[in-house]
Every structure is written in structure tokens, then in C-alpha cells.
């Protein structure tokens, strides 16, 4: 049983910056990729960043230079901060991770989500 476990998000103003973090746990046996998606109200969800086991990141392009995606193994934790928000930023976002479990093959779990306002 592994569960995602999201916070950080709220409501900020312009300019603004918040920093999201998602640890996993359970019954852990590694933990590879990691990545953030998110989804605005009418849109489909969509990859914001991504860091993989060996610390490469990727990044949409919409958020380079003002995200940063960073993870802390000995957490199982993953990090977004977020820093220049803008309002088309606002969303809820989710983490994701591919995981191995205890008996199990890897696979992908998913945060329950967590909303991110830039507003006014």
C-alpha cells in the first residue's frame, strides 16, 4: 500500500510564490521518477515538471525559469517551488511517482491534489 500525500498549495497573489511538497509512503521498496502535473478548470491535465531517479529535471515550458522541481530520497519526497506565479498558474495540482512496492511491480500512484490560486 503506497499513498501520495500533497501540500503547500493556496491562494497568492501575482508574483507570488508558494512551494508544493508530496511524500510518499507505505511499504516502499524504491522510488523512481517523479514528476507534477496539473489541471485548470476545461483542460485537460498536463506534465509541469519532472525529476527522475538519478535527478534529471524536465520542465514545461509555460514554468521554466520559475519552477523548480527538486526531491529528497531519504523523504521519498518531491518538491515544486513555484516562484513568479502568474494567474494562468492556477490549477489543481497533482504529484505523481512511479513506485515498487512491496510484491508488487512499479507502478504509477497519484496525489489527491492540491489547488493553487493566483489571484488579486
Known amino acids: 500500500q503506497v499513498q501520495l500525500v500533497e501540500s503547500g498549495g493556496g491562494l497568492v497573489q501575482p508574483g507570488g510564490s508558494l512551494r508544493l511538497s508530496c511524500a510518499a509512503s507505505?511499504?516502499?521498496?524504491?522510488?523512481?521518477?517523479m514528476a507534477w502535473y496539473r489541471q485548470a478548470p476545461g483542460k485537460e491535465r498536463e506534465l509541469v515538471a519532472g525529476?527522475?531517479?538519478?535527478?534529471?529535471?524536465d520542465y514545461a515550458d509555460p514554468v521554466k525559469g520559475r519552477f523548480t522541481i527538486s526531491r529528497d530520497n531519504a523523504k521519498n519526497t518531491v518538491y515544486l517551488q513555484m516562484n513568479s506565479l502568474k494567474p494562468e498558474d492556477t490549477a489543481v495540482y497533482y504529484c505523481n511517482a512511479l513506485v515498487t512496492a512491496l510484491y508488487l511491480n512499479p507502478r504509477n500512484y497519484w496525489g489527491q491534489g492540491t489547488q493553487v490560486t493566483v489571484s488579486s
Open positions: 525529476i527522475t531517479g538519478g535527478g534529471r529535471t
Open positions: 507505505g511499504s516502499i521498496v524504491s522510488v523512481n521518477g
